[in-house]
Nanobody, 119 residues
Framework: QVQLVESGGGLVQAGGSLRLSCVASGSVFSINVGGWYRQAPGKQRELVAA???????NYADSVKRRFTISRDNAKNTVYLQMNSLKPADTAVYYCSAQTYYSGSYSWSWGQGTQVTVSS
């Protein structure tokens, strides 16, 4: 069983920065693919940033040049550095990852962390 735990959310003023962390634990040897999603009240969950096994990154147009996804393989952790935050970035942010263990891959979701950007 795999657990993903996000941290780093909070309240920040517009223009500020936050760094979200997503730590994978349990039956995990490595993170193959990682992604960050967000869901604002009354809206559908959307992909914010993704990181492939080859370290290719993809971003939603709304966060390009402001957000950066990265990983630390030694810590089984995926990060989301968020700069120049806007009130429109306010949402619950969720981590999703495909992890590898003992010959198998599995997808997991974290519980989410709230990000609130005040104007």
């Amino acid at each position: 069983q795999v657990q993903l735990v996000e941290s780093g959310g909070g309240l920040v003023q517009a223009g500020g920065s936050l760094r979200l962390s997503c730590v994978a634990s349990g039956s995990v040897f490595s993170i193959n693919v990682g992604g960050w999603y967000r869901q604002a009240p009354g809206k559908q969950r959307e992909l914010v940033a993704a990181l492939t096994s080859g370290d290719t990154t993809n971003y939603a147009d709304s966060v390009k040049r402001r957000f950066t996804i990265s990983r630390d393989n030694a810590k089984n952790t995926v990060y989301l550095q968020m700069n120049s935050l806007k009130p429109a970035d306010t949402a619950v942010y969720y981590c999703s990852a495909q992890t590898y263990y003992s010959g198998s891959y599995s997808w997991s979701w974290g519980q989410g962390t709230q990000v609130t950007v005040s104007s």
